[in-house]
């Protein structure tokens, strides 16, 4: 089961977007198998308030469309700590609405199926999905349209 945190900090995505988030979400982790309680939260902001975050964790001053934080990666040295009936908190997604609202009619389709996509790449990218090679951007992007189709979201 998914607990979901989402945070409109634009004030300007509607709730119907944002229940579509929330049933595509649920979806996606049904279909990725997890069984177990998780933790996601999703934040909608500004053009600005992403790109300050893109160059505080990334080095990159420039906004961008989705970043995800994953919480529960291992870094080196790192010990895993699972404590039973706590849930795994995934991370966090931050979506850029004035980007969304752009690449949205660049590519010709609603809002609604652009905040979709964004929302369920970085969920992927929480997972430990990642398209940093060729062979990982087929399968990231090849299980996003799987998942996308299965929901009924596809282009």
Known sequence: MLQLDMNDETGL????????????????IKEEGLTDE?????????????????????GIDAATDVISFALEEMTEGEVEVFVEGMPTILG???IAVPTAERQ???????????IGFLALHGLL????????????????????DE????????R
């Not at 995505?13 to 996606?28: F, P, R, Y």
């Open 13 to 28: 995505v509607e709730d119907g977007i944002q229940q579509l988030v929330v049933e595509l979400l649920h979806h996606a």
């Open 38 to 58: 998780t933790e996601v939260s999703v934040t909608f902001m500004t053009d600005e308030a992403i790109q300050e975050v893109n160059k505080m964790y990334r």
């Open 92 to 94: 966090d997604i931050l």
């Open 104 to 114: 949205a009619k660049e590519y010709g389709h609603s809002l609604k199926r652009e």
């Open 125 to 144: 990218h929480l997972l430990g999905y990642d398209h940093m090679t060729e062979e990982d951007e087929k399968k990231m992007f090849g299980r996003q």
């Open 147 to 154: 998942i996308l189709q299965s929901f009924g979201l596809s």
